[in-house]
């Protein structure tokens, strides 16, 4: 078993619509959860971070974590043909030494139809 | 201004040249990172800067060579590749590698072909 699952997908959905992404996890010791979106070709960028459980909101953009079930979600409100891209969900843990690495979805790739 | 830059946007390479990747940083982040991403995968840590020094090599072959001159420079020394090191490579930087808020900032990558 991974230690991050997340559907690769694809997800297809009309212009307007509210997206759901979601990531599980097995490790209870992450602590920091990051979504990211990525473009073709582009390097990933950090949409949302959140350490408690609870929504965190940015925009048409929520983030929510709930630790208990080690399960995280972003949502996407009136979704745009923009929003096409990949959404990444990473979560940081102790490396080695005292440095932290982050452990990866697969990603899930979204298409916003106009 | 959370912008990390990277040159060359594409490269071509033989196996049997030698090439570098560069990044740049300017947010005085002290951690910066290299990552291979292949097509469809999430991107595959190689090694970490902490304060300049090395501290993490996730096992990559020595036909990578990473080198941190300052705080605010990553290069990634590139000889005798393999087609199979065809990737996006990414460098990525963070304020602290030891707070566990450390988010991670991305450069736009540099898309490497080995022919």
């Known amino acids: 078993q991974k230690e991050v699952e997340q559907d690769p997908g694809p997800l297809s959905v009309p212009e307007g619509a509210i997206v759901s992404l979601n990531c599980t996890y097995s490790?209870?010791?992450?602590?920091?959860f990051m979504w990211y979106r990525q473009y073709s070709r582009k390097g990933p960028e950090l949409l949302m971070y959140?350490?408690s459980s609870g929504n965190k909101e940015d925009g048409r953009f929520t983030a929510q974590v709930d630790k208990s079930s080690k399960y995280i979600s972003l949502f996407i409100r009136d979704s745009q043909p923009s929003d096409s891209a990949t959404y990444l969900c990473?979560?940081?843990?102790?490396?080695?030494?005292?440095?932290?690495?982050?452990?990866w979805g697969l990603g899930t790739s979204l298409a916003v139809n106009p | 201004d959370t912008e990390v830059t990277q040159t060359p946007k594409h490269l071509v390479m033989g196996m049997t040249n030698k090439k570098s990747l560069k990044c740049e940083q300017h947010m005085g982040h002290r951690a910066m990172y290299w990552y291979k991403q292949k097509a469809k995968k999430p991107p595959e840590l190689m090694f970490v800067?902490?304060?300049?020094?090395?501290?993490i090599n996730e096992s990559v072959p020595s036909r990578f060579s990473p080198e941190c001159p300052n705080s605010s420079l990553l290069n990634l020394h590139l000889h005798a590749l393999q087609p199979e090191d065809s990737a996006l490579y990414l460098c990525?930087?963070?304020?602290?590698?030891?707070?566990?808020?450390?988010?991670?900032?991305f450069g736009p990558g540099t898309r490497l072909t080995v022919t």
């Open positions: 959140t350490y």
């Open positions: 490790n209870s010791a992450f602590q920091y």
């Open positions: 990473a979560m940081s843990v102790a490396g080695a030494g005292n440095n932290r690495k982050l452990i």
């Open positions: 800067y902490s304060y300049e020094k090395l501290s």
């Open positions: 990525a930087s963070s304020q602290d590698p030891g707070q566990a808020r450390y988010e991670q900032y």
